[in-house]
């Protein structure tokens, strides 16, 4: 796909099923180990490792809110590719599962597995509330 000036940026996120989201954006915000990072038209070339976290991505339409379960982003000549596991688009979350799945994450004794299944139940979470505003 030929990217024209001045439109912005070329955003795909990706999971390993399917492509989650693509199209035009003004910005995305992601959280990578490093910690958050906002991009936009003109952003240096980048290559970083994402937390299980939410993703904003602000379009002409409006903003895309996403969780993400780890994974990558990388930023090219305006296009930006996240790629991840699993996502899921904020109108795709079962509020009433990562309630749920919080309740159960409390009974798991502490350690690796109980870390991961929160942070990705709490990345749910606050994607799923920044989308109802």
């Known amino acids: 796909m030929a990217v024209s000036v001045g439109t912005g940026l070329q955003v795909e996120m990706v999971a390993a099923d399917r ?3 693509s199209g035009e954006a003004s910005m995305v915000i992601a959280r990578t180990v490093e910690g958050d990072v906002g991009i ?3 952003h240096t070339p980048l290559l970083s490792l994402l937390t299980d976290a939410a993703v ?3 379009t002409p339409e409006g903003i895309v809110h996403a969780a993400v379960d780890g994974g990558f982003v990388s930023v090219a000549d305006d296009r930006v ?3 991840t596991e699993r996502a899921l688009l904020a109108e795709e979350i079962k509020i009433d599962e990562v309630h749920a799945e ?3 994450v409390e009974h798991l004794p ?3 597995e109980r870390e991961m299944r929160l942070r990705r139940a709490e990345a749910r979470m606050r994607a799923y509330e920044a989308s109802r505003g």
């Open 81 to 83: 590719s996240i790629l």
């Open 56 to 58: 904003e991505i602000t």
């Open 110 to 112: 502490t350690g690796d």
């Open 102 to 104: 919080l309740e159960s």
């Open 19 to 21: 492509i989650v989201w």
């Open 40 to 42: 936009l038209q003109g």
